[in-house]
C-alpha cells in the first residue's frame, strides 16, 4: 500500500514537471476549503461499540465537517477547456467518552482521505478571463482510518492497561462535479470560488497489506467503509505561468475575446 502511494506521488510529480516544462500556459495552484463526510457505516460502528459495553458513553465528536487542502496545476487551452492534475487531502473523526469518580474510557475514530487525479474545467477560456465554468473531478481515493480506545480504573492507578490500537486502509476511487467562479486580481493572479459534491466509491477498510480481509460491522455484518460523500466548497489561488512566444501569447488572448 505504502509503496503504491509512492509511485502515484513519484508518477504525479513528474507529470506536473512535464507539463510544467512542455506547455505554453499552466495554471498553478493552492487553496482550500471545507467539506461534509456521510460516514454512515463508521457511525454504525460506533454504535455497535457502545452496545459491547457495559456502560453507556457519550458521542462528543461525530465526523463533523473539517477542512480540505488542495493543489493543481492547469494546462489552459485556447477556448472552452482547461484539464490537468490536482491533489487534496482531509480528515474527519468521532470520540465516544465517558468520565466520573471511578475512570474513564474513551473510543477514538480517525479517518484521513487523500485524492490525487485529474481536473476539467469547461467554460467561456477557463484561466484566460473571468467567468463561470463547469468542473469535474475524479481519480484515486486512498483512505486511512485509525482506531483507539483508553480505558482506566481511579481505584486501579498502578494497573497495567493494554489500550487498543489497530490501523486500516482502503482505495477507492472518487468523482466530484461542481461549477467555479474564476476572476483576475492582478494579470498573471487569479483567485476562484467552487463549490461540488464528493462522490466516493470504495471497497471497503481493511488491515494493511491485506486487501482482501476487509472488516465488517460484528453487530450488522456489514463491511465499514469510508464514506465521504458530501458537499465540497473552496477557493483556489491561481498563477499564470505564461511560458510561450509572445506572439503566440498575444494570439491566445485574441482568441479567448
Same mark, same amino acid.
Given at each position: 500500500?505504502?509503496?503504491?502511494?509512492?509511485? /502515484?506521488?513519484?508518477?504525479?510529480?513528474?507529470?506536473?514537471?512535464?507539463? %510544467?516544462?512542455?506547455?505554453?500556459?499552466?495554471?498553478?495552484?493552492?487553496?482550500?476549503?471545507?467539506? %461534509?463526510?456521510?460516514?454512515?457505516?463508521?457511525?454504525?460502528?460506533?454504535?455497535?461499540?457502545?452496545?459491547?459495553?457495559?456502560?453507556?458513553?457519550?458521542?462528543?465528536?461525530?465526523?463533523?465537517?473539517?477542512?480540505? *487542502?488542495?493543489?493543481?496545476?492547469?494546462?489552459?487551452?485556447?477556448?472552452?477547456?482547461?484539464?490537468?492534475?490536482?491533489?487534496?487531502?482531509?480528515?474527519?473523526?468521532?470520540?465516544?467518552?465517558?468520565?466520573?469518580?471511578?475512570?474513564?474510557?474513551?473510543?477514538?475514530?480517525?479517518?484521513?482521505?487523500?485524492?490525487?487525479?485529474?481536473?476539467?474545467?469547461?467554460?467561456?477560456?477557463?484561466?484566460?478571463?473571468?467567468?463561470?465554468?463547469?468542473?469535474?473531478?475524479?481519480?484515486?481515493?486512498?483512505?486511512?482510518?485509525?482506531?483507539?480506545?483508553?480505558?482506566?480504573?481511579?481505584?486501579?492507578?498502578?494497573?497495567?492497561?493494554?489500550?487498543?490500537?489497530?490501523?486500516?486502509?482502503?482505495?477507492?476511487? *472518487?468523482?466530484?462535479?461542481?461549477?467555479?467562479?474564476?476572476?483576475?486580481?492582478?494579470?498573471? /493572479?487569479?483567485?476562484?470560488? %467552487?463549490?461540488?459534491?464528493? /462522490?466516493?466509491?470504495?471497497?471497503? *477498510?481493511?488491515?494493511?497489506?491485506?486487501?482482501?480481509?476487509?472488516?465488517?460491522?460484528?453487530?450488522?455484518?456489514?463491511?465499514?467503509?469510508?464514506?465521504?460523500?458530501?458537499?465540497?466548497?473552496?477557493?483556489?489561488? *491561481?498563477?499564470?505561468?505564461?511560458?510561450?512566444?509572445?506572439?503566440?501569447?498575444?494570439?491566445?488572448?485574441?482568441?479567448?475575446?
Amino acid at each position: 500500500m505504502k509503496q503504491a502511494i509512492q509511485n /502515484l506521488i513519484i508518477l504525479v510529480f513528474f507529470s506536473l514537471f512535464y507539463v %510544467s516544462v512542455n506547455s505554453q500556459t499552466i495554471l498553478g495552484g493552492i487553496g482550500g476549503g471545507g467539506g %461534509s463526510f456521510d460516514m454512515n457505516s463508521a457511525k454504525e460502528y460506533n454504535q455497535t461499540v457502545k452496545s459491547l459495553l457495559a456502560f453507556n458513553p457519550k458521542t462528543t465528536d461525530n465526523f463533523p465537517p473539517w477542512f480540505v *487542502y488542495k493543489g493543481e496545476v492547469l494546462y489552459s487551452f485556447p477556448r472552452t477547456l482547461a484539464a490537468g492534475l490536482n491533489i487534496s487531502a482531509t480528515s474527519t473523526g468521532s470520540r465516544l467518552h465517558l468520565a466520573d469518580y471511578s475512570g474513564h474510557y474513551t473510543f477514538d475514530n480517525l479517518q484521513r482521505l487523500v485524492n490525487a487525479g485529474g481536473k476539467v474545467i469547461l467554460g467561456s477560456s477557463p484561466g484566460k478571463k473571468s467567468g463561470i465554468c463547469a468542473t469535474f473531478e475524479g481519480g484515486m481515493a486512498m483512505s486511512f482510518m485509525v482506531v483507539e480506545g483508553v480505558f482506566r480504573l481511579t481505584d486501579y492507578p498502578d494497573e497495567e492497561y493494554e489500550d487498543y490500537q489497530q490501523n486500516f486502509t482502503a482505495l477507492g476511487w *472518487y468523482l466530484q462535479p461542481g461549477v467555479t467562479y474564476q476572476f483576475f486580481l492582478t494579470r498573471h /493572479l487569479q483567485l476562484a470560488a %467552487s463549490a461540488g459534491y464528493y /462522490l466516493g466509491f470504495e471497497k471497503g *477498510y481493511h488491515l494493511p497489506g491485506e486487501p482482501d480481509q476487509l472488516i465488517r460491522n460484528t453487530r450488522t455484518n456489514d463491511i465499514i467503509k469510508p464514506e465521504w460523500n458530501g458537499m465540497r466548497i473552496g477557493v483556489m489561488l *491561481y498563477w499564470d505561468f505564461n511560458w510561450g512566444k509572445p506572439e503566440l501569447q498575444l494570439a491566445q488572448k485574441r482568441i479567448s475575446r
